[in-house]
């Protein structure tokens, strides 16, 4: 019987769970740990070696201790997982063959024993020499599909219609606005330091950005950039913001709630909404969605989006980090917005 190669498989652990926003202290590098280099017979598994991991703000809320979400919670003690990019080692998955590019959810760490059969939105990767293989975790990732069902699905854009989007330079929203621009809308969105508020303008075509953190009146500021009013609000961040496009909507205005990074607990917010009042005589409507709802368009997604990389009509901002044991400070400086772009880290070099 053939050896089977034993290798190191360094892995980033839940440390406890989490009450606010994550600090690096809740994670915890953990060295030791061992893999084979095959995957059992009989398991219909399949190893992988990660190369890529993504950092996305609905991490948080599966760092905490909370059962009743679409998605349960990270165990302490355990690996973290999250969206990846990984090829195929060795395979008892008749789907899956050794050199296979996959995409999904995979661990934190750096062999990943996987199961096609655990609901992990697995797909195969084609190598494309005009896509950077990193941007199947960003703009043809879980990142970019949020845009296209947000938008198309949940804000309905009509030409002409007026948009804001908040964090508006992050993995979501500089997607948003290239779209709604292609789609013929006018375009604003806000970011929170003026070298992003240059990226939105001078990058990534938005008409107008503004650096909310230099706004003492979040309502004034989107008076001024919206004398008519606002027809669609692609909300990514909640509290004072959404409270102050509340003021501003049209009537039978539209805003897709697609996160709230700018609160401080999921748990136990102090910070109510003041201004919902406004959606009744506006006839606005909100809705929060998820990316996997619209899981049947996908394939229409990445047509679309990739004709649109390739013929230059939309363009992509990454912030790149490299190797694991950076993946828990990556993950941490989403809330501070220290990222500019998609919050990516390459944990293997092929």
Sequence with gaps: ME??????????????????????????????????????????????????????????????????????????????????????????DGDYHPGDLICGITGWEEYSLLRSSNDLQLRKIQLDDDIPLSYHLGLLGMAGFTAYAGFYEV????????????????????????????????VVGSAGSNQKVDLLKNQLGFDEAFNYKEEADLDAALRRYFPEGINIYFDNVGGSMLDAALLNMKVRGRIALC????????????QGINNLY?????????????????????????????????????????????????????????????????????????
């Design 155 to 186: 804000c309905s854009p009509k030409k002409g219609e007026s948009v804001f989007v908040s964090a508006a330079s992050g993995a979501v929203g500089q997607l948003v606005g290239q779209l709604a621009k292609l789609h013929g809308c006018y």
């Design 3 to 92: 050896a089977v190669a034993v290798v190191e498989n360094k892995q980033v652990i839940l440390s406890k769970y989490i009450e606010g926003i994550p600090t690096e202290a809740d994670m915890e590098l953990k060295v030791g740990e061992t893999i084979e280099l095959r995957a059992p017979k009989g398991s219909s598994s399949f190893l992988v070696k990660n190369l890529y991991l993504s950092c996305d703000p609905y991490m948080r809320g599966r760092m905490r201790d909370f059962h009743s979400s679409y998605l349960p919670p990270f165990v302490p003690g355990q690996r973290i997982e999250g969206f990846g990019l990984a090829r195929v080692i060795d395979s008892d």
């Design 278 to 350: 406004n959606a009744i005589p506006k006839r606005v409507r909100l809705e929060g969605f998820l990316q996997s709802d619209y899981l049947h368009i996908f394939p229409q997604f990445l047509e679309h989006i990739k004709g649109y990389y390739k013929e230059g009509k939309i363009v992509y901002i990454e912030d790149m980090s490299e190797g694991l044991e950076l993946v828990p400070s990556a993950l941490v400086g989403l809330f501070s917005g220290t990222n500019i772009g998609k919050q990516v880290v390459r944990i293997a070099k092929e």
């Design 259 to 270: 996160g709230m990074v700018s609160l401080q607990s999921l748990s136990s917010s102090s």
